[in-house]
């Protein structure tokens, strides 16, 4: 039910029609064929003068000529418009053909199996051992997570990796204040914060006994060579944090199926180096060893620095490689904000110049800054924003405006929850990644403008009239939806498919969002110039059908982008 494909196959005969001598003709007139900017020009433009070389004959008269080899009138009629040819669907027939498609599979629209038999690697989220899971690290769960989903939905298999941040010199450090003036309740109560100030309290003391650092060095020692002590305080340091991070991830119902972070690719970095050596990339570079990327534009790729320590990318060499070789990915997603662009180039750079040609799979999905109501993040500042705290607060301002707009609603906290999460969710995917954020309440919770409560209101608008449907209508009268409002809508659902696709071949979920809020407004245009139920139960039939369409594409649009759909609110 691909309306374009059949346009362009229909475009296709009235070509052969017309002019069955030509030569050098497009093969499939698919990808010529144009949207025109208004819908009252046609559902589809073809622009004649793409042929006029190969026909030598000029655009108008070729639309005509098409014009009047038109071959079959119930999937659309045609108007010649100077050199383009513009076809009209047949309403009626769009409607039955495309609500029998929805329905046919409505949980599944939009969904393919173009991605069978291929695998795509997705990193995100990569949080921090110790360290707080705030504002920042918002986006790329969210995006990753919607990426995920999108893939999946593509019939791709999906690898989702948390890349944890877990290894460096500060968790010596941390291990040893911890062995010095830490206990295990604190820790266990406190969490991330009992762990940075026994961080910063490090530092203090070091300033006035410098000696320290050698002990902290000597901890991280331990952590290397795998000293049972370090090993049990560190993973469970590791433990604590994460658990913290998962209440957030459950609240999101973000999942991954792999932590192994920087501390498992550590392990791997001699194998790394010495390839590198025996590849002949590796330079000296006052003592540290470097991949010279200077051809290329690039400062030098740090591998090993003087004192023998691994740097981030030398584990993140060792991490592309161990992707490939363990999930023989055919992408490789790092979902990671932009600031680490030069990074990501640096890295595919080196993966390249090994000689892997993989490197072309792996992608940098980069997105700009998130502040907050005109704040910029800023951990020095102490202005951060912590995840958990943004997500409780949406889900009580949820509940305050649930509670006015919907007084008898049972089960508000469940769905003050769904609002509020898919609140701070849609904000984050309303638009294309690079572009920054600016998170402001009223603007997120706005349950009229384009936002996540808006689009799940509609929803549950759709389930309410699907609620009031009385049972037995009769066949759907199809010509009850020829009207521009139904159409308007009708054609935005037979393009979900296509957003979805250009989602994932662009890895920006916003293009779901786009779709999927369109669509919102569209029903509820249609929602206030039609009488759903109506008089005539053909009618009422055929409208309740378009009203669950709507209910299920929506529903799918919010579960890509990461967003529940309430059944009421
Ligand atoms: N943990 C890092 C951070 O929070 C992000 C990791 C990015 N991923 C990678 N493969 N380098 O900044």
């Not at 047949?90 to 069978?116: I, T, Y």
């Not at 969210?142 to 290894?167: A, P």
């Not at 981030?312 to 070789?325: P, S």
């Amino acid at each position: 039910m691909d309306m374009k494909r059949r346009i362009a196959d229909l475009a296709g005969e009235m070509l052969k029609k017309a002019f069955p001598e030509a030569e050098g003709l497009p093969e499939d007139l698919y990808p010529l064929l144009e949207v025109p900017p208004d819908s009252a020009m046609g559902d589809y433009a073809f622009p004649c003068f793409k042929l006029s070389r190969a026909l030598r004959l000029g655009p108008p008269v070729i639309a005509r000529k098409l014009a009047e080899a038109l071959t079959d009138g119930a999937v659309a009629r045609v108007e010649c418009a100077g050199g383009y040819l513009n076809f009209f669907f047949n309403r009626e027939n769009f409607a039955r053909d495309l609500l029998s498609a929805v329905l046919a599979a409505p949980e599944k629209w939009g969904g393919s199996d173009e991605g069978r038999g291929k695998t795509v690697c997705v990193e995100y989220s990569s949080i921090n051992i110790a360290k707080r899971f705030h504002l920042g690290h918002l986006s790329t769960t969210v995006i990753g997570n919607s990426l995920r989903r999108i893939y999946d939905f593509l019939g791709w298999k999906t690898v989702s990796i948390n890349y944890l941040g877990d290894w460096g010199t500060q968790f010596g450090k941390m291990l040893c204040a911890y062995k010095k003036w830490g206990d295990k309740e604190t820790v266990e109560k406190g969490g991330v914060d009992e762990m940075t100030r026994l961080y910063v309290r490090f530092n203090e003391e070091a300033k006035e006994n410098p000696a320290l650092e050698d002990e902290g060095r000597a901890w991280f020692k331990k952590i290397e060579d795998g000293d049972p002590e370090a090993m049990e305080i560190f993973q469970w340091f590791k433990d604590v944090t994460l658990r913290d991070a998962m209440k957030v991830y459950d609240v999101l119902d973000v999942h991954f199926d792999s932590y192994d972070g920087e501390s498992v690719m550590a392990k791997r970095t001699g194998a790394v180096i010495r390839e590198l050596e025996e590849k002949g990339l590796l330079k000296d570079s006052d003592g540290a060893k470097i991949v010279d990327l200077e051809p290329w534009g690039m400062p030098p790729c740090l591998i090993l620095k003087s004192d023998g320590a691994t740097l981030y990318h030398t584990r993140d060499v060792a991490a592309a490689i161990y992707r490939k070789e363990t999930y023989h990915f055919d992408r490789s997603l790092y979902v990671v904000a932009y600031q680490q662009d030069l990074h990501f180039r640096q890295l595919f750079k080196v993966l390249e110049l090994m000689g892997y040609d993989w490197a072309a799979q792996c992608s940098h999905v980069a997105f700009g800054m998130v502040s907050y109501e005109g704040q910029a993040m800023a951990t020095r500042t102490g202005h951060v924003v912590l995840l958990d705290e943004l997500l409780t607060r949406a889900q009580e301002k949820a509940l305050e405006i649930i509670k006015e707009k919907s007084p008898g609603l049972e089960n508000k906290e469940e769905a003050a929850r769904q609002v509020g999460v898919g609140a701070v969710v849609y904000a984050t995917l309303q638009n294309n990644r690079i572009k920054d954020i600016d998170f402001w309440w009223d603007r997120a919770l706005n349950f009229d403008g384009e936002t996540g409560p808006y689009v799940q209101y509609t929803h549950a608008r759709c389930r309410s009239v699907l609620r009031k449907a009385p049972e037995g209508l009769p066949v759907p009268d199809y010509a009850a939806l020829t009207d521009d409002e139904a159409q308007a809508l009708l054609r935005l659902l037979s393009r979900f498919p296509e957003a979805v696709s250009e989602a994932c071949l662009r890895n920006e979920p916003y293009l779901v969002t786009r779709a999927t809020t369109e669509i919102a407004k569209a029903y509820n245009k249609f929602y206030y110039e039609h009488r759903i139920l109506d008089d005539d139960p053909g009618a009422a039939a055929a409208r309740v059908q378009l009203t669950r369409a709507c209910a299920e594409v929506i529903k799918t649009g919010l579960y890509l982008i990461g967003l529940a759909a309430p059944e009421r609110m």
